[in-house]
């Protein structure tokens, strides 16, 4: 009998993807941040759209009161205790945790040595401070009035500040810290816990009753675009060796296609 062709390598896409240059997959990140930032953008500004035509009310009360008793919108869901653990969560979005939590960030990568990037986290967080503040002037969008809120609030509404803000820290945090880091576990752990306290931080202003879900998803959607965009910054600037890499290392130290 004839000798058979070998079988056709199933070798996992992931292992390919290893084997590339290293200026193919910085390329191709880049692509994805731009992409993605792009698309956050997109879908926020079809929100804000129609937020100000009126169009997401009975949206956002059909959720909001889905999160309540039926016949009782002052009571939520769920057990007493669920409630105040909703209040434990929904401060993890604070001005304040996220400024703790991003200088303990700053202050790990100086004692690691990497002090532009901890220069940068500084620049990228508070910048997407300063654009959800202007957002809400912007749209001056009221808080809802159509369950009882279980916590105090005094600013506007339109976008959630708290979704943004856990947005832009979280996620850029968890983009710089990925970039300078090798190990792949750690880098998909860091990207999970991102997403993670973004999602949980933005759904309790629902159950909380202090914003309409349209607000949450924006804020969701534009801190996501910001954080894409700082992460596409970083790749330039790591390529440029004004930011460093895995190990302190720096992008313009790698070989490139001319070298």
């Given at each position: 009998m004839p000798d058979l062709a070998?079988?056709?390598s199933r070798e996992p896409l992931l292992h390919r993807l290893r084997d590339l240059p290293r200026w193919v997959l910085s390329e191709l990140s880049a692509l994805v941040a731009l992409m993605g930032a792009a698309l956050g953008l997109l879908v926020f500004a079809l929100i804000a759209d129609e937020v100000v035509e009126g169009e997401t009310h009975?949206?956002?009360e059909a959720v909001l009161l889905a999160f309540r008793t039926p016949?009782?919108?002052a009571d939520p869901l769920g057990p007493p205790w669920l409630e105040g653990a909703i209040r434990d969560i929904t401060a993890l979005g604070s001005t304040t945790v996220l400024t703790l939590i991003t200088l303990v960030v700053v202050g790990f990568?100086?004692?690691?040595?990497?002090r532009a990037a901890a220069l940068f986290v500084l620049v990228a967080?508070?910048?997407g401070g300063i654009a959800s503040y202007l957002l809400k002037l912007g749209f001056e969008r009221p808080r809802p009035d159509l369950v009882a809120h279980l916590v105090d609030v005094q600013t506007l509404s339109f976008p959630s500040g708290h979704a943004m803000g856990a947005a832009v820290t979280y996620l850029t945090l968890g983009a710089l810290i990925v970039r300078t880091e090798s190990r792949r576990r750690i880098k998909a752990y860091v990207l999970a816990v991102a997403?993670?306290?973004?999602?949980?931080v933005g759904l309790s202003r629902i159950y909380l009753g202090v914003h309409w879900p349209t607000d949450v998803i924006a804020g969701w959607c534009a801190g996501s675009a910001w954080?894409?965009?700082?992460w596409f910054v970083a790749l330039l600037l790591q390529?440029?060796?004004r930011i460093e890499s895995a190990n302190g290392a720096n992008e313009a130290d790698q070989p490139t296609p001319n070298s």
């Open positions: 070998p079988p056709p009975a949206f956002d016949g009782d919108p990568l100086v004692v690691d040595r990497k967080t508070a910048g997403m993670g306290l973004t999602l949980m954080a894409l965009l700082c390529r440029r060796g």
